[in-house]
């Protein structure tokens, strides 16, 4: 498994914008298909963003279509999620998330929880109204 430290969370003003970064160990992160999720108080984890090995393919919750985006720097070990004009039902706790895929599997991405094998701690996202 990959470890994963995600960073960049905190206190922004609706309307405002974050970027949320994800540093994985190890020497082979592209070998990896990587999502974002997120928890907020009282309800369950739900998917966000994903990205393929291949960084070509991207998906996204419908209602963040538009305003974040996913990206990947293999050469850097780290996923990132830009997060443009935040709104209150952002706040939440984000993870970060990784799946070791085959090449045969280069674009695919996953959207489910269940599609993962490895988390980060979380970083919370906080935006005020």
């Known amino acids: 498994q990959v470890q994963l430290v995600e960073s960049g969370g905190g206190l922004v003003q609706a309307g405002g914008s974050l970027r949320l970064s994800c540093a994985a160990s190890g020497r082979t992160f592209s070998s990896y298909a990587m999502g974002w999720f997120r928890q907020a108080r009282g309800k369950e984890r739900e998917f966000v963003a994903a990205?393929?090995?291949?960084?070509?393919?991207?998906g996204y919750l419908d209602s963040v279509k538009g305003r974040f985006t996913i990206s990947r720097d293999n050469a850097k070990n780290t996923v990132y999620l830009q997060m443009n004009s935040l709104k209150p039902e952002d706040t939440a706790v984000y993870y970060c998330?990784?799946?070791?895929?085959?090449?045969?599997?280069?674009?695919?991405?996953?959207?489910?929880?269940?599609?993962?094998?490895?988390w980060g701690q979380g970083t919370q996202v906080t935006v005020s109204s």
């Open positions: 998330a990784a799946r070791n895929v085959p090449s045969t599997w280069l674009l695919r991405y996953f959207m489910s929880r269940a599609d993962y094998d490895s």
């Open positions: 990205i393929s090995r291949s960084g070509v393919n991207t």
